[in-house]
C-alpha cells in the first residue's frame, strides 16, 4: 500500500450504501473491530452482509492518540489497520461476521499478512461487551481446531476488549468501491469456518 501522510479528515457518508460514518448508531445496533491485515480488502468483504449496517476503517489497539495513515505504515503507533463494523445482530449474528473473518485472512501470520509486513496488519479483533468476548474467544478455539487439522500453526489474533478507535482519513473509507482496480492482498486459508450461533 502507498505510505501516504494525510491528515485525519471527518468523512461522514459511506460510498457504497449511503449510510452515516459517524455515531450515534440506531438503536440495537453493536459494534466489532476486525484487523486482518490491509483495511483496503478488508472492509471489502463486510459492507454488503445483510444487516451490516454500516463499516468504517481506521486504527486501533495501539497507543498515540490521533494517529494518520503515514505514521502507522512507520510502525511507530502499535496500531492495527481495523475494520469497525456495526450491524444489527437480529439480522446477521457476530459468530457470522467472525465466521467471514477466520475464513478471509490467515491468523497465523504474526505481523503480517501476505506480502504486507509490519505489526499494522497483525491480526486482532476488538470487542465491546463481556459477551462479545465470550463469543470470539470460543470462535478463535473451534478455529484452531480446525486450522490444526489442515496442518497450519497457532493462531496469533490477539483480542481485546473496549480499544479506542481512530477512524482513517476519508481516501480510505471503502478504498476499493472508489478504486475498482485497486490493492488487496488478502487470501485465505481454505478453512470453511464451524462457528455454531449462540441462542
Same mark, same amino acid.
Given at each position: 500500500m502507498p505510505q501516504t501522510d494525510l491528515p485525519p479528515t471527518n468523512?461522514?457518508?459511506?460510498?457504497?450504501?449511503g449510510q452515516s460514518l459517524q455515531p450515534p448508531w440506531p438503536d440495537n445496533m453493536q459494534v466489532i473491530g476486525l484487523?486482518?491485515?490491509?483495511?483496503?480488502?478488508?472492509?471489502?468483504?463486510?459492507?454488503?452482509?445483510?444487516?451490516?449496517?454500516?463499516?468504517?476503517?481506521?486504527?486501533?489497539?495501539?497507543?498515540q492518540e490521533n494517529p494518520n495513515y503515514g505514521q502507522v505504515c512507520q510502525k511507530i503507533t502499535g496500531h492495527t489497520e481495523t475494520v469497525q463494523v456495526v450491524f444489527d445482530p437480529a439480522r446477521?449474528?457476530?459468530?457470522?461476521?467472525?465466521?467471514?473473518f477466520w475464513e478471509g485472512h490467515d491468523p497465523t501470520q504474526g505481523d503480517a499478512q501476505g506480502n504486507d509486513r509490519g505489526p499494522q496488519y497483525r491480526s486482532m479483533i476488538f470487542t465491546q461487551s463481556s459477551q462479545q468476548q465470550d463469543?470470539?474467544?470460543?470462535?478463535?478455539?473451534?478455529?484452531?481446531?480446525? #486450522?490444526?487439522?489442515? *496442518? +497450519?500453526?497457532?493462531?496469533?489474533?490477539?483480542?481485546?476488549?473496549?480499544?479506542?478507535?481512530?477512524?482513517?482519513e476519508e481516501e480510505h473509507q471503502q478504498y476499493l468501491a472508489k478504486n475498482p482496480g485497486g490493492y488487496c492482498g #488478502?487470501?485465505?486459508? *481454505? +478453512?470453511v469456518c464451524d462457528i455454531p450461533v449462540s441462542a
Open positions: 468523512a461522514q457518508t459511506h460510498f457504497v450504501n484487523a486482518m491485515g490491509c483495511f483496503w480488502g478488508a472492509e471489502r468483504l463486510f459492507w454488503s452482509i445483510p444487516g451490516v449496517h454500516v463499516t468504517r476503517v481506521g486504527y486501533q489497539g495501539g497507543h446477521v449474528s457476530l459468530e457470522q461476521l467472525l465466521s467471514v463469543i470470539t474467544e470460543a470462535s478463535q478455539q473451534r478455529v484452531q481446531v480446525q #486450522l490444526r487439522e489442515m *496442518g +497450519l500453526g497457532s493462531i496469533t489474533t490477539k483480542i481485546e476488549l473496549n480499544a479506542k478507535f481512530w477512524m482513517a #488478502l487470501s485465505g486459508t *481454505g +478453512l
